[in-house]
């Protein structure tokens, strides 16, 4: 099984950026598709973006569209989540999920997804 481990997390003011990372141990990252979600203080865990196994096909929260980008590097393992134009309402914990897929396209369902990561916390201050 994979396993993930998320970082690039922490405080940032309003209209700033981070970039996140989700690093896989294991030898079939290129056999999963990786979804991000996040879940803030009180509310349910929802999901942000996904990508598929080899990159081609992404799907966004409507939330997010326009200033989230999701990529992966399957050489290195490794799937990113590019975040810009950072808003207060962005604060929650992310994390990052593998699904996996005998072909092509990204679920957007959260069930879908059978291995997380511990999660990184994001704060937008405004």
């Known amino acids: 099984q994979v396993q993930l481990v998320e970082s690039g997390g922490g405080l940032v003011q309003a209209g700033g950026s981070l970039r996140l990372s989700c690093a896989a141990s294991?030898?079939?990252?290129?056999?999963?598709?990786v979804g991000w979600f996040r879940q803030a203080p009180g509310k349910e865990r929802e999901f942000v973006a996904s990508?598929?196994?080899?990159?081609?096909?992404?799907n966004y929260a409507d939330s997010v569209k326009g200033r989230f980008t999701i990529s992966r590097d399957n050489a290195k393992n490794t799937a990113y989540l590019q975040m810009n134009s950072l808003k207060p309402e962005d604060t929650a914990v992310y994390s990052c999920?593998?699904?996996?897929?005998?072909?092509?396209?990204?679920?957007?369902?959260?069930?879908?997804?059978?291995?997380w990561g511990q999660g990184t916390q994001v704060t937008v201050s405004s």
């Open positions: 990508i598929s196994r080899a990159g081609v096909s992404t």
């Open positions: 294991g030898s079939t990252f290129s056999s999963v598709a």
């Open positions: 999920a593998t699904e996996f897929r005998r072909f092509g396209g990204a679920s957007t369902a959260i069930e879908r997804y059978d291995n």
